[in-house]
């Protein structure tokens, strides 16, 4: 970041000095007020639940244009990266910085597959859960257990072990999701494949069974692809956020990760996509598009604590780049798998023409978002609803293992420790029990 030649001065109405505060550049976006000696110099903090405006760190990863409704990864547009690269180039350029050339590629597209296995001992820990656990519970729990198989080969201060905990990470989320899935509904696990694409692995991960050969299907491997590009990074979102705070204080990637895992599962966050599906299932039910206005006029009661999930974002007061790439997606594979006709995508289709024409939501710049129509996609290949956001989990990861790396590499972090306006109770005296 490059200091600005403007910079802010802070004055207050009851005679208090006024405090000069330096003004930072970015290379794109908006300009920072750097505030970190505040508090010394005025014994004030600054007050920003929510992180409205706060910028909580300098990052060169990902850049989103909220009024444009841009995305970039590493300056690369999403829909570029979506329609012309796969997933290992994307979590490479996430990690390093550039896209890889073919040699870069294959190699760490070797690496990958070389981890994708887990401990044996992993299986244990799922034994513990009921069959019918959530699959986002079974992955807090199996995500923070990896850190018992690797917190003492992981020193997070060497940039080689960093690397290769990233790769871990990256490699053996498809695999424990796909046993998340397999263990609640029975079936054995199935090994990786060494010889399938990262996507396709999945899917074979997923669906086959020890009794058949199971074929990976190309569109929907390249469908699934491009969810996880979709999906792989976000700036400094909620989950982002709670994964470079948890590593803040030093502790191993496994375990921020988890953390990350536990707050993407939020119904305002990752979880949205599972429940946008059953908002539109619930609304089917109800008698389909002919019930749109009805339920609109819910959402738009605000006693109701109706939302219209899939839609509304911080950032984006403009359409979700992602949003309209999955719904292409959407239609790709509802047309390959002869479901053109899918009722909930016609009506999803239906609820975003009436919005978009709808003052409630027109005023409020709301539109779908990535949750929107990931449902739909995932639900076409066969992804059963309440693992979506584990697919958003294990996308994730490669965006949250980069952002985390890029905060331990940098030598001026600090532990994240905000501060608070206080309003309880002054200072007093326990009376005894008897006299209370
Ligand atoms: C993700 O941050 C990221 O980048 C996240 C993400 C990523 O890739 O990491 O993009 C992934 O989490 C996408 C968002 C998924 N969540 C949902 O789809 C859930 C539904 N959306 C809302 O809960 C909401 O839009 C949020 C949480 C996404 C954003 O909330 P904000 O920024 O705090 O906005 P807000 O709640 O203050 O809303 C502003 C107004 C309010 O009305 P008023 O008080 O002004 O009258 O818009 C209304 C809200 O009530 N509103 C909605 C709405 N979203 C906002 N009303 C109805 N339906 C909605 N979906």
Redesign the pocket.
């Known amino acids: 970041m490059k200091l600005a030649d403007n910079k802010a001065t802070l004055s207050f109405s009851n005679g208090s000095p006024s405090v000069d505060l330096p003004v930072y550049q970015g290379n794109v976006g908006p300009d920072v007020v750097d505030i970190r000696k505040l508090y010394a110099q005025t014994g004030m903090f600054t007050y920003d639940p ?1 992180f ?1 405006s706060t910028a909580s760190c300098q990052s060169a990863i990902t850049y ?1 244009d909220g009024d444009k409704g841009e995305l970039l990864y590493r300056g690369y547009p999403i829909e570029q990266l979506a329609t012309n690269c796969d997933f290992m180039e994307t979590c490479h350029l996430l990690l390093y910085g550039e896209l890889p050339n073919p040699t870069q590629k294959a190699d760490f597209t070797k690496l990958v597959t070389n981890h994708t296995m887990v401990n044996e001992q992993m299986q244990f820990f799922l034994r513990g859960f009921r069959r019918d656990a959530h699959p986002m519970a079974i992955m807090t729990g199996l995500v923070g257990a990896l850190s018992a198989f690797y917190h003492d080969s992981t020193d997070i201060t060497n940039p080689q072990h960093r690397e290769i905990a990233a790769i871990r990470l990256i490699a053996k989320m498809p695999t424990l999701v796909a046993m998340a899935y397999k263990y609640t509904i029975g079936q054995p696990y199935m090994y990786p494949k060494n010889n399938l694409s990262y996507a396709g692995n999945f899917l074979h991960m997923m669906f086959a069974t020890p009794c058949e050969e199971y074929v990976v299907s190309p569109v929907l491997e390249r469908a699934l692809d491009r969810i996880f590009t979709l ?1 792989a ?8 956020s709670t994964v470079r705070l948890c590593g803040s204080s030093g502790t191993n990637p496994f375990a921020a990760i988890a953390a990350g895992v536990a707050c ?1 599962w939020g ?7 599972e ?2 599906l059953n908002m539109l299932t619930d609304i089917q039910k109800m008698g389909g598009v002919a019930k749109v206005g009805e339920f609109m006029e819910k ?2 009661d ?1 006693n109701s604590g ?11 007061k403009n359409y ?1 780049p ?1 949003a309209k790439l999955m719904q292409e997606t959407c239609k790709e594979v509802l047309a390959e798998l002869g479901l053109e006709n899918d009722p909930l995508f016609k009506l999803a289709m239906a609820l975003e023409k009436i919005a978009l024409e709808d003052d ?2 027109v005023s ?1 710049k ?1 539109y779908p ?4 129509y990931s449902g739909i996609v995932q639900r076409a290949i066969g992804i059963p609803t309440p693992l979506f956001t584990a697919v ?1 989990a294990l996308a ?1 990861t490669s965006g949250w293992i980069a952002q985390l790396n890029e905060m331990i590499g940098d030598p001026e972090y600090k532990i994240g420790r905000p501060r608070q306006l206080f309003t309880g109770s002054e200072k007093r005296d326990v009376k005894p029990i008897a006299t209370r």
């Open positions: 929510g409205l989103i999906h990074d976000h700036e400094q979102n909620a989950s982002t993407l119904p305002a966050h990752g979880g949205a996509n429940a946008c959402v738009k605000k109706v939302k219209l999930m899939g839609f509304g974002h911080r950032v984006y979700d992602r409630y939501f409020r709301l978002n990535v949750d929107f958003f994730r």
